[in-house]
């Protein structure tokens, strides 16, 4: 014959929601990652739209090299502007572009304004007519900013 054993009944716990901790620990959560991933997005850009200007100042290189081969006086620089090129257009809320030139050399510049300012170790990107690619900070010359 088996005992008869009193036992209360085991506690049965109802889940009815969440607590405010709960969603509080949520929430930080979720503003860490955002923030990690919203910093992570904006240098990506600032970097994919400082390699469309690289790829403009190339593109303007190009043109002046053109020009030196085919203007009225040829192999000289002297006189010549940058074209409208499309890149420039479409970069110009982020760089503005200029044109240093003289008889025999040249200079193409991207100087970084607006949102790609953020970019701050690669402010000043250039490109002469002996392809010597340079970039600077608002401070001092730098390395790393040309692919």
Partial sequence: MRPSHNHPPPFVRTIRGLTLIEIMVVLALVG????????SYQSQARKTRRYAAESCLMEQAQYMQRYYTTASNPMTYQG???????????LASHYAFSLTNASQSFSVRAVASGAQAGDTSCRTLALNQAALQSSSSASAATTGCWP
């Avoid at 860490?32 to 910093?39: G, P, R």
Wanted: glycine share 0%; proline share 5%; charged share 0%.
């Fill in 80 to 90: 010549a502007s940058l074209p409208a090129a499309s890149c420039m257009t479409n």
């Fill in 32 to 39: 860490i990652l955002a923030s990690i991933a919203l910093s």
